[in-house]
């Protein structure tokens, strides 16, 4: 089946640096990425929906401006959390969609300090 | 707008019997529903889904969840329980239009004991 990648797949930072989170579709093309959050024992919320090449929709209530997301080419998008603190700290999963099909990165574990 | 609801945030069965992990959902038409699996450190995985096709739908592992559009259920099912069915379960539904987006229902934490 499809496979998608995240790196790194946890993180540890200081609060005020920021941190970038590659998502790559690695034998599919992915005109379309999403990006979610998920705190402990939570469900997963959507953040945003990334197309290759266009800016990025963003859910009501996540800051577009903290949350920059860069959908740079067909396999590859990337998150990155400006200005960390420690309340940003959660699981963030990607997920690339192949037509119809949606595939889940095994998911980012990022810890501020 | 589209959401569901997962009944047991936790179910905890013994090896060998049978799974039953219960959805409802909101919608004002016809949706599209899945059920995904996580387990610890590894990527989610679709079970299964339903989009309007034959309502008892079979899915990986011999999990299968019917949809009883009378009571706007999807609820999960599956014979007999292994250890390795132990993870967490998330119904989801497909928003309409626009990017199709999945809605994540809360999750019910699966233990399954020798």
């Known amino acids: 089946g499809a496979v998608v990648s995240q790196h790194p797949s946890w993180v540890i930072c200081k609060s005020g640096t920021s941190v970038k989170i590659e998502c790559r579709s690695l034998d599919f093309q992915a005109t379309t990425m999403f990006w979610y959050r998920q705190f402990p024992k939570q469900s997963l919320m959507l953040m945003a929906t990334s197309n290759e090449g266009s800016k990025a929709t963003y859910e009501q209530g996540v800051e577009k401006d903290k949350f920059l997301i860069n959908h740079a080419s067909l396999t590859l998008s990337t998150l990155t959390v400006t200005s960390a603190h420690p309340e940003d700290s959660s699981f963030y999963i990607c997920?690339?969609?192949?037509?119809?099909?949606?595939?889940f990165g095994p998911g980012t574990r990022l810890t501020v300090l | 707008a589209q959401s569901v609801t997962q009944l047991d945030s936790h179910v905890s069965v013994s090896e060998g019997t049978p799974v039953l992990l219960r959805c409802n959902y909101s919608?004002?038409?016809?949706?599209?529903l899945f059920w995904y699996v996580q387990h610890p450190n590894k990527g989610l995985q679709l079970l299964l889904k339903y989009t309007s096709a034959a309502t008892l739908v079979k899915g990986i592992n011999g999990f299968e969840a019917e949809f009883k559009k009378s009571e706007t259920s999807f609820h999960l099912t599956k014979p007999s329980a292994h250890m390795s069915d132990a993870a967490e379960y998330f119904c989801v539904v497909s928003e309409a239009g626009g990017y199709n987006k999945l809605i994540f229902g809360a999750g019910t934490r699966l233990a399954v004991h020798p």
């Open positions: 997920s690339a969609r192949d037509g119809f099909r949606e595939f």
């Open positions: 919608s004002s038409y016809s949706p599209s």
